[in-house]
Structure formats: C-alpha cells, structure tokens
C-alpha cells in the first residue's frame, strides 16, 4: 500500500520558517517509482475548505503556487530520497493550518498539478501553528 508521511510542522512565530517533508513508500510508489509522480502540497485550516499551496512536476523541474504564498514558499524534491519538500519562509498566522502532500502519477513531463481531485493519494497531515 503506498504511504505519504509529513513531518515537520510545528509552532513558530510570525516570520519565522520551518521546513516540512513528505516521504513516499510502499504501493505504487516502489513499483513505478517517486520520480513517476508529480507531487503537491495543500493546506486546511479550521472551518475551512483544503487549498492548494504548492505542486511540482515529476523532475523537479517545473514548480507552481498559490499566489498567497508565492515569493514565500519554496516546494523541491529529492527522487533519490522519494521525498517532496516545502520552505515554508516569512510565515504569517494566516498560515496556519493542517499541511498535507499529495501525489499523482504524472501524465506530461513537466506537469505539475493545482487541483484537489488530480491527486490519487494523501498523507496525513502535519500541523502548522503560527503565532503573532
């Protein structure tokens, strides 16, 4: 069965950064490898609908985000770790929320993905708290 697991999340003051990771295994993910798939992460925060935050394509080499938190936000990867990974810099309370990864098989090379329903597969989630 395929496994994302996040980690990384955490309390921390406005303007301060963390960095989360999500590690892939098991499944689909040992049979057609981490560097089939294009990756992506979303957040939820209380009351309110999950959000795409952040995608990047199979290779790395195309990356996409919200326009809240883009020139904040930095999402890469490492296909030989099977491990997607989101700096998360300047944060702002609003940014609190639950964090999760998300993956696809990706169809084109370079496509990276911003809506919920083109992902197959979720973690769980990471919680991210950020005070004033």
């Known amino acids: 069965q395929a496994h994302l697991v996040e980690s990384g999340g955490g309390l921390v003051q406005a303007g301060g950064s963390l960095r989360l990771s999500c590690v892939a295994s098991?499944?689909?993910?040992?049979?057609?490898?981490?560097?089939?798939?294009?990756m992506g992460w979303f957040r939820q925060a209380p009351g309110k609908e999950r959000e795409f935050v952040a995608a990047?394509?199979?290779?790395?080499?195309?990356?996409d985000y919200s326009s809240s938190v883009k020139g904040r936000f930095i999402i890469t990867r490492d296909n030989a770790k099977d491990t997607v990974y989101l700096q998360l810099n300047s944060l702002r309370p609003e940014d609190t929320a639950v964090y999760y990864c998300?993956?696809?098989?990706?169809?084109?090379?370079?496509?990276?993905?911003?809506?919920?329903?083109?992902?197959?597969?979720w973690g769980q989630g990471t919680q991210v708290t950020v005070s004033q």
């Open positions: 990047v394509s199979r290779d790395g080499g195309n990356t």
């Open positions: 998300a993956a696809r098989m990706a169809g084109a090379y370079g496509a990276a993905y911003e809506l919920r329903s083109q992902y197959n597969d």
């Open positions: 098991g499944g689909t993910f040992s049979i057609y490898g981490f560097s089939t798939y294009a």
